[in-house]
């Protein structure tokens, strides 16, 4: 077994489209495919290990959600809490000036009004702090006027940055310490954070080029599929100064990532109770409309609603996303099956044709 999704994977190194990766295949809690390939570093001709330290990109939200979630379940916040009950400063506005309220709801689904479209001043966690705190960025992201009311409207955003901010101050001290207390610490995710457990396992960073994936410079901008820039700073990570980024800021672990996902598989302990997550899981935004088609947003990401419109093999229900510096991810339930494929390539390993070659494959193989 393997050789179709060894095939896609092959395909794609020899073809100039990812450096390396590491995908992992698990149907009703077992593994069933795990394999590391291409370079970690190319240019010094390192391996990908198993279990390699990855940038981790819009990986990092589900952890945050699930954060906010796990606190929910303790009674430290609720779903329909205003942001302003915990960030007073924290006011956006319309166009007409009116200032509607922003739910923890609102922030989880992407439906308060926020974008990523913002001046480059505004941290998105991706790139250069330029010495912003966590609440002198959030506070920045007040001032821009909010694209709708919020609850009307659905749009990929800043939302979790902002959630994190919340976290941190329900908390008290960093986000980190946050994630860490609800989250990675009763998981056992000791490799990721907001740190680099291991820098000699850290994959170094690429970026789509012209004939093949190029290093990343610092900074290094692509443009993304919007038209605008999408700014990388690879050397963030190791900022110690640097906030943390709600939506994009951690560093993990292939096999950290797997056991996340497969605790809330398994109905969410030892983290979550299971009626959130089954809440998580389902629609949460009704009939507000999205740019992909046959797919709906949960607390974690996309829930698939209508698998033939999505041009998916994965079951409804089944909830994804994915990290722009080259991740993907899914739970379907139906079928047992939690997925991860996690690169070292930008775009492609995330916004390219590799991670639902990757997908098709593995579900060609073992559930189909």
């Known amino acids: 077994m393997g050789n179709k999704l060894d095939s896609a994977i092959d395909a794609a190194i020899a073809g100039g489209r990812i450096v390396g990766a590491e995908v992992i295949v698990a149907r009703h809690g077992e593994i069933v ?16 290990p198993e279990n390699a330290i990855y940038r981790l990109a819009s990986v990092t939200k589900p952890l945050i959600a699930a954060t906010a979630l796990a606190m929910v379940d303790k009674g430290l916040l609720r779903l329909d809490d205003p942001v302003t009950d915990h960030l007073p400063y924290f ?26 479209s913002y001046p480059a001043h505004i941290n998105t966690g ?13 506070a920045l992201i007040g001032e821009q006027p909010l694209s709708f009311a919020s609850g009307t409207g659905w749009q990929y955003s800043v939302a979790t940055d902002v959630l994190g901010a919340v976290l941190a101050r329900v908390h008290g001290g960093t986000l980190g310490d946050a994630v860490a207390a609800h989250v990675t610490g ?44 999408t700014t990388f700073s690879p050397s963030r990570i190791f900022d110690a100064n640097a906030f943390h980024s709600g939506g994009a800021g951690m560093a993990g672990t292939p096999g950290d990532i797997f056991r996340f996902l497969e605790a809330l598989r398994r109905g969410g302990a030892p983290i979550l109770r299971p009626e959130t997550v089954d809440l998580a899981f389902s629609n949460r935004i009704g009939d507000l409309p999205r740019d992909d ?8 990401g996309a829930i698939v609603d209508d698998p033939q419109a999505a041009q998916t093999p994965e079951a409804p229900g089944t ?26 390539t930008a775009f492609e390993g995330c916004l390219g044709a590799f991670p639902r070659q990757v997908r098709n494959a593995a579900y060609a193989e073992y559930v189909f």
């Open 33 to 48: 495919y795990r394999r590391a390939a291409g370079h970690s570093d190319r240019e010094a001709g390192v391996p990908m």
């Open 91 to 116: 006011r956006p506005k319309l166009a007409d000036g009116t200032i509607p309220v922003v739910t923890i709801h609102h922030l989880l689904t992407h439906t308060s009004g926020l974008g990523y």
């Open 126 to 138: 991706l790139g250069p702090t330029r010495g912003q705190t966590l609440d002198e960025n959030t």
């Open 186 to 229: 009763p998981l056992g995710m000791k490799e990721t954070g907001y740190f680099v457990a291991d820098p000699q396992r850290l994959a170094k960073a690429y970026a789509d080029g012209d004939t093949e994936p190029v290093p990343m410079e610092d900074p290094h901008v692509l443009h993304n599929h919007l038209g605008g820039p």
């Open 293 to 300: 088609a046959g797919q709906r947003f949960g607390y974690f």
């Open 319 to 344: 909830v994804n996303w994915g990290g722009v510096y080259g991740h993907s991810w899914l739970v379907d339930p139906v079928n047992g099956v939690t997925m991860l494929s996690m690169s070292n």
